[in-house]
């Protein structure tokens, strides 16, 4: 199995700032880069998929990039509405999630 | 309108088998492309997928629990099964069962059922 190494494992932020958050796998995934937000006691919602496409209904201020075994999910503007865990996804293999907390 | 929810014992004893069941409807195992995955998810802990299974019987299965893992389904009653055997406090967790439209997404899963939680204790 694939490991995905994600970074940073928490992430304080202000409403408004910009947020990045890093997807590295152990190999070579071309662009099969998923990534989903999860909040307290609910399931994963899906936001991007093959890397960069934004799942319907996800707000524009989301995007992703990266290809091969670096990946990036970016908040351009954090809302209230974003505080909470992040998770990259490929195949069977999860990133150990990226906690966005309030500054 | 796709809809997957799980259900199955919310206690189980350590070395007895935990069997789920994931219900689902909006979409058939039989459409080409088509796939339902079991992930779980320890309190506090990250997301794991266990088990995989596609419209065309393909079975996937993370290759650390393999040998206590078998999924299946049932068609018609539009069903997923996962059992896993001789359970431990460590499988404590949230159970999710999700859509995986590989013809879309790739290998991302897009609908999510809400989660069932099973606990091991004596």
């Known amino acids: 199995d694939i490991q995905m190494t994600q970074s940073p494992s928490t992430l304080s932020a202000s409403v408004g700032d910009r947020v990045t958050i890093t997807c590295r796998p152990s190999?070579?995934?071309?662009?099969?880069m998923a990534w989903y937000q999860q909040k307290p006691g609910k399931a994963p919602r899906l936001l991007m998929y093959k890397a960069s496409v934004l799942e319907s209904g996800v707000p524009s201020r989301f995007s992703g990039s990266g290809s091969g075994t670096l990946f990036t999910l970016t908040i351009s503007s954090l809302q209230p509405d974003d505080f909470a865990t992040y998770y990259c996804q490929q195949y069977n293999s999860f990133g150990g999630g990226t906690k966005v907390e309030i500054k | 309108q796709i809809t997957l929810k799980e259900s199955g014992p919310t206690l189980v004893k350590p070395t007895q088998t935990l069997t789920l069941t994931c219900t689902f409807s909006?979409?058939?195992?039989?459409?080409?492309?088509?796939?339902v995955a079991w992930i779980r998810q320890p309190p506090g802990k990250a997301l794991e997928c266990l088990a995989l299974?596609?419209?065309?019987?393909?079975?996937r299965y993370k290759t650390s629990l393999q040998s206590r893992l078998t999924i299946f389904k049932d068609t018609p009653k539009h069903q997923v099964v996962l059992t896993m055997t001789n359970v431990g406090p460590e499988d404590t967790a949230t159970y999710f069962c999700?859509?995986?439209?590989?013809?879309?997404?790739?290998?991302?899963?897009?609908?999510w059922g809400q989660g069932t939680m099973v606990t091991v204790s004596s």
């Open positions: 190999q070579s995934i071309s662009d099969w």
């Open positions: 299974i596609y419209w065309d019987d393909d079975k």
């Open positions: 999700a859509h995986l439209p590989t013809r879309t997404t790739g290998d991302a899963f897009d609908i």
């Open positions: 909006g979409f058939s195992l039989s459409t080409s492309g088509v796939g």
